[in-house]
């Protein structure tokens, strides 16, 4: 009885844990580039009753005689397929089609995201939602894209070979390349936001605020060009959560359920074992 006793308590302690994460995944199905989690079981160490033997010209084989000890948790992943887009019409929103993370920066850390609501502060860098810079290809003095990474700039005055064009609009091109236009009608490049890609993106570790840093098992970021990264920029949009909620709330009933049934094993062998205590007093 003491076996099924804490077989049914690992049970209900992984279901439990399981209920966290999907109660996590439906809290978060309206923020921007989440990724949903999920939970995987393993059964513990057997304990071995008998074991097996081979078969002899006078009888047959028997398998072994196993009890299990229990469940445990086997892994909590990050799914990280991408989310539904959503059109803003907003400039600043950036969707990101394919792999790979933007790269924001805070006191020279880098922070990974797929929430690209970016925003432009009082000196015109490029930030999110939490004032950490956005980081991408940056332009030398004389306008022209260069290879050096940095904070972007969207500036209201630009200088370009000592003359200084005011910028009236800007946009997002599907590389990341940011195109300023200014008051003589010309265009002039401002920057390229740049993206990160990982061996293992689901050995990101979350931060919190739709950041990640890298892990031992992530691997370290590849950093480049959408284009080189094999996926596309869509402006004014943003990419929405992973989150199905028809199969979280499925999620939720099955855990419920499983947390049900390992409450009753704990019962049912309390009330066997109460039986045996009434044996010794009748």
Known sequence: MLRAMYSAISGLKNFQTKLDVIGNNIANVSTAGFKKGRVTFADLVSQQLAGATAPNANRGGVNPKQVGLGSTIASIDTITTGGNTQTTGRPLDVAISGDGYFVVQDGGVNYYTRAGNFYLDEQG?????NGLHVIGYTIDANGNLTNN???????KTITIGGT??????????????IYGVL???????????????FNNPDGLQKMGNNLYINTANSGNPVIGTADAAGASLIPSALEMSN????????????????????????????????????????
Do not use: C, W, Y
């Open 125 to 129: 860098d490029l930030v999110n939602a």
């Open 183 to 197: 008051d003589d009608g010309s265009l002039q490049v401002l920057g390229q936001i740049a993206l990160a890609q």
């Open 164 to 177: 200084t064009e005011n910028l009236t609009s800007f946009s997002i091109g599907t590389d990341g390349t």
């Open 243 to 282: 989150v199905d909620l028809s199969e979280e709330f499925t999620g939720m009933i099955e855990a419920e359920r499983g947390f049900q049934a390992n409450a009753r094993v704990i019962t049912t062998a309390d009330q066997i074992l109460q039986e045996l205590v009434n044996l010794k007093r009748s």
């Open 149 to 155: 990474l940095g904070p972007l700039q969207i500036p």
